[in-house]
């Protein structure tokens, strides 16, 4: 399968890359998003527009030849689920049809759930105590004697990756450290449903993987060795 790596900078990138009815859509969901949370921040992560606070990811939202896919993490979609329950979604993940308003008022409540959720969670963060000063000038003496010693050799971090169906919908999601796959990685079928995801240690398939039906409804669980 052929795949293409579409390269978007800001999300007002990602919102003119498409025709104009499409963009007015993309538009009102970005201004309800923000009017929501005025302070978060805006960035492309996995290829999609993505609003953060404190560098954490907020909610997701992209378009797909059909609908608006709209991401808040299982959390949020389980908090709406009632609400939620007119469209076709995924752990995690719902699709607003383009043929139907976006229910604007329900985007509101979920994102002010998440933020909501994502300060009590740092409220409940324990307090780092402050590190005593102790030889505070041998500590440093002997560091600056290790790295004269000592050619250090930078590790290889893991980097999100992204790839992509012939028509730009994503078709995998994940980390790569070089040229080999890691940790959590996840793949869409072209209507934006996940249809399976799961774990490398090492290029390898490690843990539990889920194997998705066409609704993104868990159809099987396998156990990696």
């Given amino acids: 399968m052929k795949t293409q790596t579409v390269k978007i900078n800001t999300i007002g990138d990602y919102i003119a890359a498409f025709p104009e009815d499409i963009q ?14 005025p302070e978060s921040g805006e960035k492309i992560s996995y290829g999609m527009p993505a609003f953060t606070m404190n560098e954490k990811h907020l909610v997701y939202f992209a378009a797909f030849k059909n609908h608006i896919g709209f ?6 979609h389980a908090k709406f689920q009632k609400e939620l329950s ?25 994102v002010k759930f998440r933020l909501k959720e994502m300060a009590e969670k740092e409220k409940s963060k324990p307090v780092k ?8 000038k041998k500590v440093a003496a002997k560091k600056v004697i290790a790295k004269k010693s000592i050619a250090l050799k930078e590790p290889v971090r893991a980097k999100k990756y992204v790839k992509y169906h012939n028509d730009g919908s994503i078709w995998a999601k994940g ?7 890691t940790g959590y990685w996840e793949w869409f079928r072209k209507d934006g449903v996940i249809m399976r995801s799961g774990s490398f240690e090492n290029g390898k398939q ?3 993987w889920t194997t998705y039906d066409k609704k993104g409804k ?3 669980v396998t156990k990696m060795r």
Avoid: C, N, R
């Fill in 71 to 76: 991401y808040a993490l299982p959390s949020g």
């Fill in 206 to 208: 490690v843990g539990e």
């Fill in 175 to 181: 980390q790569m450290k070089g040229d080999t796959m």
């Fill in 218 to 220: 868990v159809y099987k």
């Fill in 86 to 110: 007119h469209y076709k979604s995924g752990k995690g993940s719902v699709q607003f049809p383009l043929d139907e308003p976006m229910p604007l008022s329900l985007i509101t409540k979920i």
């Fill in 129 to 136: 105590k402050a590190a005593k000063k102790t030889a505070v």
């Fill in 24 to 37: 007015k859509i993309l538009q009102q969901v970005y201004t309800t998003i923000k009017k929501a949370a």
